[in-house]
Structures are given as structure tokens and as C-alpha cells.
């Protein structure tokens, strides 16, 4: 990895100025869920604006030229449209040579692992130099603005990720899992081709303690995703360091874990038995940020550590599918942007 870069929406809202909250249920919220803050783009500005500025600036602090550019991966669940893929269009806006490899990746928070992956992949089988993973989203916008269960969530981020061939690398570990069975847990009933958007898809359905949502908007069945995330991430995580004897006082660095709430992170934390030290938050200034969670901490919370020494790190994302994903890496030194605004 060469180098990383992030950027979020200049508008910042706290729990308390969210109209649906009370100043009490904020409190709580704060208090429970540790979301303080979180960054909210405009209905102008699209995850692949902020990934896009997140990529320029990465390139050239990295002093890359574009035309060196090979393989182009867009992660995201919010792109430009529903066809063409985003990756196409971001090749164009960047000025990227009619050569790249473009793919766009929807797979939700495990998407920067998956990206990783898949873009490594492809620089140690042909012929293909450098690669752009791009991986943010607008998730905010996906849902109702009257969910309760939803809405203190999310933030807007999108980030840039560089990677070049280097056969002396440090190898790269990972194991995905799926349970497939489990979709329903985080969804989007209607819009898409099983179910396609009709009159009946914007009516709203008051589920009581204060979730007011369609079957066009994206829910969580938050029991069932918490269940989920406090189990199988963190049984995974320690079979996985188990099988590739890490030692997690020793061995690792940082241990990044996808910020999908407090709760969930400390509770992952505490059944690994983690040192806290080794662990960096992030979610009460940004929020959930999806897929762009783990390139968020590097960018915020690992910064000086990142560009000035390598660190071996062990990822765990968890989301959509539902999948979550184990990574043991040693990145750095590398070039890291201070955090850019939109």
C-alpha cells in the first residue's frame, strides 16, 4: 500500500440537532452508541465526489502520474446511477488512460478488505503496475429520514487507497465469510429487480419507537445485525490469528475494527481481549462511514504511525450479506494526506 487518503462533507451534525431526536434520547445515544458527530454531504456532492477528491490529492502527494493508473476499483452501495458502473465514469472525471480496468464493488461495510484483496490480486497476476481503490459512501440518503434506528448512524466519507507491485511486500492474509441466510438483517426491500419500486414502495409504515419508514428504504433489524456483529466477526478473528499464530500482544500493531457503533466495537474488543491501547476509535466524530471505516482510522487516528514506520495491522469489517472478513497486513511507511473537506 502506497499511500491513503480520505475526505468528508465540511457540514458537520451532532445526535442533538437531529430533528427526530430529543435532547434526552440524544444523551442516550451519545452516551450507548458513542456517535457524537458525523459529516453529511448534500444532495449535490455523491460518494464519488469525495472519493474522487480523496484520489487526486492522494496522487499527487504520491507524485503519480495518471496515465501510470492500471486498475481502477470503485466500493460503494451509493453510486452515481444504477448503470453505468461509477468506476467507468470516475475514469473519465480522473483522466485516466482508456487502458484501466474499471469494476465497481457494492459490498457494504467489508468492502475496503474486499478491495484490498481483489485489487492486489490483480497487480500479482498480469501485467498491471498500480492500482485506485476508491470506497466511500452516502449511505444517510438510502434510508428514512424519520428511522430512528438508522438515521444517528451514518456518516458520508469517501476514500482513495493506492496500491503498486512490489514482489518484496509483506504478505497479505485474508478469510471472508458469508451467511447468506442472514440478508434480511440489512436491506433495501424495494427498488431493485426482485422487487421493483412501485407506488406502494414510497408508502410509509410506522413501526413504533420512532421508525417511520417504505419498503424503499434501507432498514436494519438492529437485534439481529448486533447478534451478528458480538459473534461470528470476533470468533473468526481469533481462529484467524490462532491459524496464522498472532500473537495480539506481540505480533500486532493495531487492531482496526469497523466502526459500526460503540457497543459492537467494545464488545468485539472485550471478547478478543484486545489491548485498548492497540485499538483506535473514530465513530464519535464520524459516525458509521461503511466500507471507508478502515481507511478512515488510518487517515485519523494512524496518520504519524503510517507514514513514518511500517505497522502490522489486523482488520475486521462486518456487514451486508451478510459478510464480514479478517486482514493481517503490514503497511507503511506511505503517504497519508491530512483529512480533506467537500
Known amino acids: 500500500m502506497a499511500g491513503v487518503a480520505a475526505c468528508v462533507p465540511e457540514n458537520v451534525v451532532a445526535t442533538e440537532d437531529i430533528p427526530i431526536m430529543t435532547k434526552e434520547e440524544a444523551e442516550v445515544f451519545n452516551n450507548t452508541v458513542g456517535i457524537k458527530r458525523r459529516h453529511i454531504a448534500d444532495d449535490s456532492v455523491c460518494a464519488s465526489d469525495m472519493c474522487q477528491k480523496a484520489a487526486e490529492k492522494l496522487l499527487e502527494d504520491l507524485g503519480w502520474e495518471?496515465?501510470?493508473?492500471?486498475?481502477?476499483?470503485?466500493?460503494s452501495v451509493t453510486g452515481d446511477y444504477k448503470t453505468p458502473p461509477t468506476?467507468?465514469?470516475?475514469?473519465?472525471?480522473?483522466g485516466l488512460p482508456e487502458?484501466?480496468?474499471?469494476?465497481?464493488?457494492?459490498?457494504?461495510?467489508?468492502?475496503?478488505l474486499y478491495a484490498i484483496t481483489v485489487g492486489g490480486?490483480?497487480?500479482?497476476?498480469?501485467n498491471a503496475k498500480r492500482a485506485l481503490l476508491l470506497i466511500g459512501d452516502t449511505a444517510l440518503?438510502?434510508?428514512?429520514?424519520?428511522d430512528k434506528s438508522r438515521v444517528p448512524l451514518f456518516g458520508d466519507c469517501g476514500t482513495a487507497i493506492a496500491l503498486e507491485y512490489d514482489e518484496n511486500a509483506p504478505e497479505i492474509v485474508v478469510e471472508f465469510n458469508t451467511l447468506g441466510k442472514g440478508y434480511e438483517a440489512l436491506m433495501t426491500p424495494h427498488g431493485g429487480f426482485r422487487h421493483p419500486a412501485t407506488p406502494e414502495s414510497f408508502i410509509e409504515e410506522d413501526f413504533g419507537n420512532g421508525i417511520v419508514r417504505a419498503p424503499i428504504h434501507t432498514l436494519i433489524n438492529g437485534m439481529n445485525v448486533f447478534s451478528f456483529a458480538i459473534s461470528k466477526p470476533p470468533r473468526s478473528v481469533a481462529q484467524f490469528m490462532e491459524v496464522e499464530q498472532i500473537d495480539k500482544d506481540k505480533d500486532v500493531d493495531y487492531f482496526l475494527i469497523h466502526q459500526a457503533n460503540k457497543m459492537i466495537v467494545d464488545r468485539v474488543v472485550k471478547k478478543l481481549k484486545l489491548p485498548l491501547d492497540k485499538v483506535p476509535y473514530n465513530l464519535e466524530e464520524?459516525?458509521?462511514?461503511?466500507?471507508?471505516?478502515?481507511?478512515?482510522?488510518?487517515?485519523?487516528?494512524?496518520?504519524?504511525?503510517?507514514?513514518?514506520?511500517?505497522?502490522?495491522?489486523?482488520?475486521s469489517s462486518f456487514g451486508l450479506g451478510l459478510s464480514w472478513a479478517t486482514m493481517s497486513a503490514t503497511f507503511g511507511p506511505m503517504v497519508i494526506p491530512t483529512i480533506l473537506y467537500i
Open 66 to 75: 495518471r496515465d501510470t493508473i492500471d486498475i481502477l476499483i470503485f466500493e
Open 87 to 94: 468506476s467507468c465514469l470516475l475514469q473519465d472525471r480522473m
Open 99 to 112: 487502458s484501466t480496468f474499471c469494476l465497481d464493488m457494492p459490498m457494504g461495510c467489508c468492502g475496503c
Open 121 to 126: 490480486n490483480l497487480l500479482t497476476a498480469g
Open 141 to 146: 440518503r438510502m434510508g428514512s429520514m424519520k
Open 286 to 315: 464520524y459516525g458509521n462511514l461503511g466500507g471507508a471505516s478502515i481507511p478512515s482510522l488510518m487517515v485519523t487516528r494512524l496518520r504519524d504511525q503510517l507514514t513514518t514506520s511500517p505497522q502490522r495491522l489486523v482488520m
